[in-house]
């Protein structure tokens, strides 16, 4: 019973060391988090992270906030929950990428200063994220919850499968401490989880839209942690960020354009 309580103890201050390192959101005082093993827990922030933004956006539509306007308040909150931590290793991948020569691509996105193309891939990101969110109303609430924990999950997904390719980093604990089948299955269990409450409590259509679109979340989580872990040969704490805002970016716009011709 004390190992087993002591295990519980141990798993809730590892949730509190992600949300920690995650996000901005503030932490109780007196609170003992620890950071062991913390990438198991990031789809569940990410669950975290898409039922706040769900009920900001519900505030926002109940006050006949426009559209557009709406969507720019939404992806500037959603930006300040994680105090840009992602869309700056975004940046700084699209910096790597950039450079023609392979073995430069580590020292250029170590570089403080973002360049020209990070610059223009973090305007793209947002105003991406911002148009696809306008064409999202509240009946798309699943939408809200999922995709930033299915864009989170692509990062665990590059943890996973792809060597690390620097020796320090903010990101190098995380792939030293991974441990793959317990992790991996951990890091997905939250979407599973969602997928089978919401067959009892939701209709047999959207319950079987729920499910669709968790498949094809997947599928893209899986890919852009490819594509990025396929160009750079292996990840850092840059791209691990790009997986993140690019598969968030790439559920959006495909749900918002599979809508529109439905």
């Known amino acids: 019973m004390v190992r087993f309580l002591s295990g519980l103890l141990q798993l809730w201050r590892s949730l509190l060391g992600a949300i920690l390192f995650y996000t901005l959101l503030p932490l109780p005082k007196g609170v003992q988090p620890s950071f062991i093993r913390i990438a198991r827990w990031c ?34 909150f959603w930006l300040g929950l994680t105090g840009g931590l992602h869309l700056d290793g975004a940046m700084d991948a699209a910096d790597g990428l950039a450079v023609t020569e392979p073995k430069r691509r580590l020292a250029v996105m170590a570089d403080s200063v973002s360049g020209a193309f990070g610059v223009m891939t973090g305007i793209l990101i947002l105003l991406l994220k911002v148009a696809a969110l306008e064409g999202l109303g509240l009946e798309s609430w699943y939408f809200f919850v999922l995709i930033p924990a299915w864009g989170r999950w692509s990062q665990v997904v590059a943890i996973a ?42 209709p047999i259509g959207q319950w079987l ?26 990840h850092t704490g840059d791209t691990y960020g790009a997986t993140v805002e690019w598969t968030e970016v790439a559920c959006l716009v495909s749900i918002v354009l599979l809508a529109n011709r439905l």
């Open 43 to 76: 789809p569940w922030v990410g669950l975290i992270i898409g039922g706040i933004l769900l009920s900001f956006f519900g505030s926002l539509e109940s006050l006949k906030v426009p559209a557009l306007l709406r969507s720019a308040i939404l992806v500037a």
């Open 161 to 202: 499968f792809y060597p690390y390719l620097k020796a320090e980093g903010k990101g190098a604990f995380h792939k030293q401490q991974f441990q793959l089948y317990q992790d991996l299955y951990w890091s997905i269990c939250p979407m599973l989880l969602f997928v089978f409450l919401s067959y009892f409590f939701l």
């Open 209 to 234: 839209s729920v499910m669709l679109s968790n498949l094809w979340f997947m599928a893209v989580a899986i890919a852009v942690s490819t594509w990025f872990g396929h160009k750079f040969q292996g």
